[in-house]
């Protein structure tokens, strides 16, 4: 299976972004989805999480309220909306796939090569 995220770029502080991360290969309902960032000299962190069929999700602190995920079985596509941006939500966004389950670290099935997003204040 494979993971291609896109939508990523350049926005200035409380702009929006709207990532979205396509399936191919995989059943994609079958697996719980999960959107990580990697910001400059940080470690990659959980940022939101998403049930297989979409009726659960789960959020990182320091996104709830902003960001919001959701997903689209029949397009084998999971989506980031993210709104009110700041600087350190800087970072390359990553999306996951896992088995069966959300998960929250890194412990993943599938992974995409990920997509940069850069907030300038």
């Known amino acids: 299976g494979q993971l291609a995220e896109s939508g990523g770029g350049s926005v200035r502080a409380g702009g929006s972004l709207r990532l979205s991360c396509a399936a191919s290969?995989?059943?994609?309902?079958?697996?719980?989805l999960t959107w990580f960032r990697h910001a400059p000299g940080k470690e990659r962190k959980f940022v939101a999480g998403?049930?297989?069929?979409?009726?659960?999700?789960n959020y990182a602190d320091s996104v709830k309220g902003r960001f919001t995920i959701s997903r689209d079985n029949a397009k084998n596509t999971v989506y980031l909306q993210m709104n009110s941006l700041k600087p350190e939500d800087t970072a390359v966004y990553y999306c996951?796939?896992?088995?069966?389950?959300?998960?929250?670290?890194?412990?993943?099935?599938?992974w995409g090569r990920g997509t940069q997003v850069a907030v300038s204040s």
């Open positions: 290969g995989l059943t994609f309902s079958r697996y719980g």
């Open positions: 998403i049930s297989m069929s979409g009726d659960s999700s």
């Open positions: 996951a796939a896992t088995l069966g389950r959300i998960t929250t670290t890194l412990e993943a099935d599938y």
